[in-house]
Structure formats: C-alpha cells, structure tokens
C-alpha cells in the first residue's frame, strides 16, 4: 500500500514537471517572437508617420520605401508568430497563457 502512494507520488511529480517545463519553453517562444512583432510593430507606426510627413515633398518616395520594406518585415514575423502559435506544442500553453494570434487588429 505505501509503494503504491509512493509510486502515485512520484508519477504525479514528474508529470507536474513535465507540465511546468512544457510551459516554460513554450512561454519563452511565443514571448520572444511577440516581442519582436511588438518592436517592429512600432518601427512600422514610426515610419507610417515619416511617410504621412514626407508626402509630397522631396523625401516621399524614399520615406514610402522604408514604410513598405518595413511591413514587409512586420508580415514575415507576424506570420512566424502566428505559425509557432498554431504547432501542436504550443496551441494549450499558449491559451492558457493568453496568447492570441496577430492580425488585422494591431493596426498595421
């Protein structure tokens, strides 16, 4: 009877740490990719502005350039995200811990 309690308690143990490491590598995952589409995200609205400012002047087309290549990138890590938000790992931790998908909504 007490190695049955005790085999209980240390299966229940390292499923807890299983548990807890799952989660730890998928938090530090999706935190670093948003992270990254949260400081491009800025660099996007940034330059959105340099563009609404340059319009029509001598800089425009130059200004209009950087804003593209910029979304660009944004596009590339967003999809990044969203993929390493949607592999089969990641899909529980990721709810629970409140990850949801970019899009449209960020205003880029």
Do not use: C
């Not at 530090?28 to 589409?37: G, H, I, P, T, W």
């Not at 979304?71 to 089969?88: A, Q, T, W």
């Amino acid at each position: 009877m007490i190695v049955a309690t005790l085999g209980w308690l240390v299966a229940g143990i390292f499923v807890m740490a299983f548990v807890a490491l799952w989660f730890t590598v998928s938090y530090r995952e999706l935190s670093v990719k948003r992270k990254s589409l949260d400081a491009i995200n800025e660099q996007v609205q940034i330059h959105r502005r340099l563009y609404m400012q340059e319009r029509g002047g001598e800089n425009d087309e130059a200004a209009q350039k950087v804003l593209e290549n910029k979304l660009m990138v944004y596009r590339e890590v967003e999809k990044d995200y969203n993929v390493l938000l949607g592999k089969l790992m990641n899909r529980i931790p990721s709810h629970f811990m409140g990850f949801h998908p970019a899009g449209k909504e960020r205003g880029v």
